[in-house]
């Protein structure tokens, strides 16, 4: 197959540090590239990544104005879409491309939604027709009534480069972006409680994250808090696996948690809140422990220490490599072209945990 791959143009393909969407743009057109298939990518002009992309791109749009954001969003799209003349299936990954795609008919055309179904989303996904929609969670599908999805292919990740950590670092970790919903205050006072020193990494470029950072979370830090700023790839993954855990206090129903399969590829058990997608990732009592409350979750973080390594590095072999998700968009694609999938059909369920 030859198969165009729309990426956001927020940043590149893939991102130099924080960026999970564009992570997961970049391992599924290595993917497929690996697996015998052509592919070409409308990414951002900075993009790296080593398969052919189309011409005449631009640079990332982070941090650009409302008005310009839009009108380069709007831009980015047209572009990526006009050099898909020749392809067999076109997937998109951002929100607003599957309209413009729509106006298409000479290829099949999927969309993946990377964030939440929200209330303002959802009658824009219903009214798609002929575009077969991707769930990244059982979680997120279930929060999407009426919405057509064709699957649900949860993400992977290249766990063959994460090297698994001892774990002997004396410390947890946090790893995110300065958000509330992120919940890194809680992950300081769950630390505290549990009398567990935390390092904690994390993007803090927006305005908004600047703001939250300086009133709800360095507050909080002290010689046993330590915030270490925003890390590359390897310093990130330096970071779990000398973690005895990965404290991740979610605090909204998020599709999906990289980070968290990241932690698990790295040996490092998980300590959260059950939300949104985190009981499809973490095992209770065996990967990490998932509860609510600030004692329950710091007598969550003691008891982690005594989880085995090796059950965490298994549960990412087995259920969240690159390989596993690249293979069920593989049967998508391949199941739309030979008409045996309708844009709208049978799901393709993922593993709940």
Not at 198 to 227: H, I
Request: hydrophobic fraction near 45%.
């Amino acid at each position: 197959m030859r198969i165009g791959l729309i990426a956001p143009p927020w940043l590149p393909v893939p991102p130099p540090a924080y960026g999970g969407t564009e992570a997961i743009v970049d391992l599924l057109a290595r993917g497929l590239v690996h697996a015998g298939h052509e592919v070409v990518l409308a990414a951002t002009a900075d993009s790296t990544c080593p398969v052919p992309r189309v011409p005449g791109m631009y640079p990332a749009l982070e941090g650009a104005t409302m008005c310009g954001a839009s009108l380069g969003e709007l831009r980015h799209i047209v572009t990526g879409y006009a050099a898909m003349a020749t392809v067999d299936v076109i997937h998109d990954h951002t929100v607003g491309g599957p309209l413009y795609g729509c106006l298409r008919r000479d290829a099949p055309l999927v969309t993946t939604n990377h964030g939440p179904f929200e209330t303002s989303l959802l009658s824009f996904y219903r009214s798609f027709r002929d575009v077969a929609v991707v769930a990244i969670s059982q979680h997120q599908a279930a929060m999407a009534p009426q919405v057509p999805i064709a699957a649900v292919i949860h993400h992977g990740i290249d766990v063959g480069a994460v090297p698994v950590g001892r774990g002997d670092g004396g410390y947890a970790a946090f790893l995110g972006r300065m958000s509330p919903v992120k919940g890194p205050r809680q992950a300081a006072l769950i630390a505290r409680a549990a009398g567990v020193p935390l390092r904690m990494a994390a993007k803090v470029r927006e305005p908004a994250e600047r703001a939250y950072y300086e009133a709800a979370v360095k507050p909080l830090l002290c010689s046993d808090v330590e915030y270490v700023g925003e890390l590359g790839p390897r310093e990130k993954l330096e970071l779990l696996g000398g973690a005895v855990a990965l404290v991740n206090p979610l605090q909204w129903d998020e599709p999906f948690g990289l980070v968290m399969v990241e932690s698990l590829a790295a040996g490092t058990p998980v300590v959260g809140t059950q939300a949104g997608s985190a009981p499809e990732i973490v095992d209770d009592g065996t990967t990490g422990y998932l509860r609510h409350g600030l004692r329950p979750l710091a007598d969550a973080l003691l008891a982690a220490t005594a989880l085995r390594r090796g059950a965490c590095r298994a549960a990412a072999v087995e259920r969240f490599t690159a390989e596993r998700m690249v293979a069920e968009h593989i049967r998508l694609y391949t199941d739309l072209l030979g008409g045996l999938a309708e844009p709208a059909g049978v799901v393709h369920a993922a593993r709940a945990g």
